[in-house]
């Protein structure tokens, strides 16, 4: 169908109804699905109360595993070059082996290039997501991490997870002599090897943990220091923490009671990813970041030109600002850009300072004296 909604508030658009005039009468009346449409689950509220549907099984659903998986590698949790789209379905969900390398994100950190070597991948239409075919009619497949063997390449200095050169004529992968490990493959090991040093918030973000996204993890990881101390703390420990609240308390809790969840965590650290900040004093003794905005806290509403939603948040925080999602008598600005809604006029009816994307640019960078009265 097709329909007209407009911008009534922040975030999640209204429908205000459909364009009558343009069906053509092939248009049928949408049925909610009553089950997963990739692993059969029956669909249900994840508890009572929840309008929306979701998928119950959680632990090994393929669309939600490769859908966690793409989200460890995206910006705003451990940055990983090379785990985007493409290579999350090549780990979760590939064509070949049968087994795939990452049953849930809990190997992530133990992938071997012996992992990487076998698979293969059925190349999907970007814009129809159908499987396309080659010319006798069966799926197109594609071998990511690996390519047709050629000359060495001189001058390829080895790295910590790539002990021999890239294209070492002695080392074929499954008795494959025609075929070599990729540079794509070295490169993405490498590149898990780094993100095991990223910052505690990181983690907490990749962790799929709900309602915890950049700013509750930065709170948490200031605060308590370490996932240790996050498990352990409890549920009033957790909502006294500013930023947090007792529904993100409740969801971290609940996150943990869960074996699978508990073995994600389990294997990264015995992986050698850092879970916990080094030189932090312990639960209770926040980090003071001492940025150009420390003590000053700010809200981001809008499009602000050279920033995601994300970005701006981390650029507040990354500066030793608060990022907050609400605008109050506490709030000492306002960044607002085109489609900014109910927070600009909140922060007019308040007096809040309303800044643009320039001058939020020069705030994050040099702090509310650059910018004058």
Excluded at 40 to 54: C, Q, T, V, Y
Excluded at 119 to 133: F, K, S, W, Y
Excluded at 171 to 183: T, V, Y
Excluded at 304 to 318: D, F, K, N, P, S
Aim: with cysteine; aromatic share 6%.
């Amino acid at each position: 169908d097709t329909i007209v909604i407009r911008k009534a508030g922040d975030v999640i658009p209204e429908v205000l109804g459909p364009v009558v005039e343009l069906r053509d009468g092939s248009e049928r009346a949408f049925i909610m699905p009553t089950h997963c449409p990739e692993c059969g689950s029956p669909l249900a509220p994840a508890k009572e109360g929840d309008i929306d549907l979701r998928c119950p099984n959680t632990r090994s659903c393929p669309a939600q595993v490769r859908g966690r998986v793409e989200h460890i590698g995206s910006r705003g949790a451990l940055d990983i070059e090379g785990l985007g789209e493409v290579s999350a379905a090549a780990l979760t969900h590939p064509l070949r082996p049968e087994v795939p390398p990452l049953v849930t994100e809990a190997g992530l950190f133990d992938l071997r290039a012996e992992d990487l070597f076998p698979i293969d991948v059925e190349v999907r239409d970007a814009e129809t997501g159908l499987v396309r075919l080659d010319a006798d009619g069966e799926p197109d497949a594609r071998s990511p991490f690996r390519r047709q063997r050629r000359a060495p390449l001189e001058g390829r200095a080895p790295t910590a997870s790539r002990p021999d050169p890239v294209f070492d004529p002695e080392r074929p992968f499954d008795g494959d002599a025609d075929f070599i490990l990729s540079a794509a493959a070295y490169e993405l090991l490498d590149n898990l090897e780094r993100a095991k040093t990223k910052e505690l918030w990181r983690f907490l973000v990749a962790l799929s943990i709900r309602h915890v996204g950049p700013v509750a993890a930065r709170a948490l990881a200031q605060w308590f220091g370490s996932i240790d101390a996050i498990r352990a703390a409890s549920r009033e420990e957790l909502a006294a923490v500013e930023g947090v609240g007792p529904i993100i308390a409740d969801a971290i809790i609940d996150w943990f009671e869960v074996d699978w969840h508990v073995e994600i965590v389990e294997r990264w650290a015995a992986a050698g990813a850092q879970l916990s900040t080094p030189g932090h004093p312990g639960p209770g003794a926040a980090v003071v970041s001492g940025g150009v905005l420390e003590g000053v806290t700010v809200v981001a509403t809008g499009t602000l030109e050279g920033y995601t939603r994300e970005g701006a948040q981390e650029a507040i925080m990354a500066a030793g600002g608060k990022a907050a999602s609400s605008v109050s008598k506490k709030t000492d600005f306002v960044a607002a850009g085109p489609g900014a809604g109910s927070k600009l006029a909140k922060a007019e009816e308040l007096g809040v300072r309303i800044i643009d994307a320039a001058q939020f640019r020069i705030l994050v960078e040099q702090g509310p004296a650059a910018l004058g009265e």
